[in-house]
């Protein structure tokens, strides 16, 4: 199931990532020659702490020299005051010597100490009475920055764009609706354009973007159909199927019905398909292998005519259920749409469901798009998931219509009904 969306994914985040890696790729000269500068710089509070702890911070790599030039940019003068001076110069010194000490209480206090930086402050020296320009706190170092660079990349808007193509190349060519790719490529810039990614983790951050983002595409799926049945006051509950022909309805009918007796629920079937040739006998096999009655008229009946009788006919003998099966119909014919809004009217059932073929990929987008504005669908069935190499449907159907996808088919057989979840899909695309 999905196979070939699977590996056309694996393909393109692979790209994606090696393209990311390339593109924001800082230039190692650059680096080098910031990281260099970086351990040359010497900050104004570390100066201050070496004059006041007499204990000189060896610069790093041997730049002993360096730090001798430094030292002739800061001179602070420390005044030796004689017991005889006047009590007013001996205040002033106490008043000195007691800032030095809270300052320098402070500096073995905090971690993240000043760096150099335009937005400066006045401030007075802690020994002479010279303002000095102090560096506001910072959010990061120059040494963090230094570092951030070299482990992490960034690509820009236009960057992004480039790249985003092969992953857009690939959805397409699985059927994955317009909507659902532009859903994607917003979720991806978000999260790739100008951030700082780990380069050891860019496929991993692609991955888990795409992974989130595909993940939210399915409406929340609580729905339990046998729940629903049994809860309901007045019998029966009647569910309604749509879908083109040919795209398995009559067969996820029987399979429905087939669930709903293996749970002890009862169900009588309808043959609203008053138009195909064979479509009432075809029902009538499958009403036979399951051991459920169905309500039938002659071809050209009117459909809706069928439902009333057989929810008719359900309220007579206590049935639980009435599956009302009706004429597969294009979704673009507006007669044949009028026609199913009159069975709705009629029979006024409590689900209304499409079904559709997973394997015609965007065909059966639209087409549920369509449905579900004409008589406002209420979940849906994509038969034919088990051959669907693509999974373009089953991705991006949900989304667009804003409804659950309730079942999968799975197989020719009448077990072959898998109850949806979103983590079979992300398994089968290799996002899970």
Request: net charge positive; aromatic share 6%.
């Amino acid at each position: 199931m999905f196979k070939f969306l699977k590996d056309k994914l694996k393909s393109a985040i692979s790209k994606i990532s090696e393209g990311v890696e390339k593109e924001g790729k800082v230039e190692e000269k650059i680096v080098e020659k910031a990281a260099e500068e970086a351990k040359e710089e010497k900050s104004f509070f570390a100066k201050i702490k070496e004059k006041l702890t007499g204990k000189e911070e060896k610069p790093p790599e041997g730049k002993e020299k360096l730090i001798e030039e430094k030292k002739k940019d800061i001179i602070i003068e420390t005044k030796h005051v004689h017991p005889e001076r006047k009590k007013e110069e001996n205040q002033k010194y106490a008043e000195h010597k007691a800032e030095a000490k809270e300052i320098h209480k402070s500096l073995e206090q905090k971690s993240e100490i000043w760096k150099g930086t335009d937005k400066v402050k006045e401030k007075k020296s802690i020994i002479t009475e010279e303002p000095v320009k102090i560096a506001e706190p910072e959010k990061k170092g120059f040494f963090a920055t230094i570092k951030e660079k070299i482990i992490t990349t960034k690509i820009n808007a236009q960057q992004f764009e480039s790249l985003f193509w092969e992953l857009e190349l690939a959805l397409m060519e699985n059927n994955v609706a317009v909507e659902v790719i532009e859903k994607i490529k917003r979720d991806l810039k978000e999260q790739l354009v100008e951030k700082p990614i780990r380069r050891t983790k860019v496929e991993d951050t692609i991955q888990d973007t795409l992974k989130n983002s595909i993940g939210s595409l399915f409406e929340s799926n609580n729905f339990n159909l046998t729940e629903e049945i049994k809860n309901k006051a007045e019998k029966p509950y009647v569910i309604a199927f749509f879908g083109i022909n040919g795209s398995g309805k009559t067969t996820s009918i029987a399979k429905i019905a087939n669930m709903l007796k293996e749970k002890n629920i009862s169900c009588v079937l309808a043959a609203g398909d008053t138009f195909r040739a064979a479509s009432i006998e075809q029902l009538q096999l499958h009403a036979d292998k399951i051991g459920v009655k169905l309500i039938k008229h002659t071809y050209g009946s009117d459909p809706a005519a069928v439902a009333f009788d057989a929810i008719k006919h359900a309220k007579s003998k206590n049935i639980d259920a009435v599956l009302i099966d009706t004429a597969g119909r294009m979704h673009s014919n507006e007669n044949l749409l009028a026609e199913m809004k009159k069975i709705i009217r009629v029979a006024k059932p409590d689900l209304k469901i499409f079904v559709g073929e997973s394997i015609t990929g965007n065909d059966c987008v639209e087409q549920a798009k369509t449905f579900n504005e004409s008589v406002g669908i209420d979940g849906i069935i994509l038969a034919k998931a088990d051959i669907d190499e693509k999974g373009g449907a089953a991705v991006s159907v949900s989304y667009v219509t804003k409804k659950p996808i309730l079942y999968l088919g799975v197989g020719q057989e009448y077990k072959d009904l898998q109850k949806f979840d979103s983590k079979i899909i992300m398994k089968n695309i290799g996002l899970a």
